[in-house]
């Protein structure tokens, strides 16, 4: 949809690994409630093998998010 892929830039991790970003767009998520909620400035990481979404980012962007009992509500 609406992907910039002129960003660049790298993300590092708490292992002082870092990896290139090679873009920013959005993902829309699609609630249990069938609500459409957006998450913008996610990056894209083409080397890592997994998605990962940034809790702070989350945060910041107004979801609440609760960790109870090892389950993880957004």
């Not at 690994?17 to 459409?36: M, R, W």
């Not at 989350?58 to 998010?65: A, C, I, K, P, Q």
Request: hydrophobic content about 40%; proline content about 1%; some cysteine.
């Amino acid at each position: 949809s609406d992907f910039d892929s002129g960003m660049r830039d790298s993300v590092k991790f708490g292992d002082d690994s870092a990896v290139e970003i090679k873009g920013v767009g959005f993902v829309v998520f699609t609630a249990k409630t069938g609500e459409h909620r957006l998450l913008t400035g996610v990056y894209c990481l083409p080397a890592l093998r997994n998605s990962i979404i940034s809790l702070r980012q989350l945060d910041e962007n107004g979801s609440r998010v609760e960790i109870e009992h090892g389950v993880l509500h957004i």
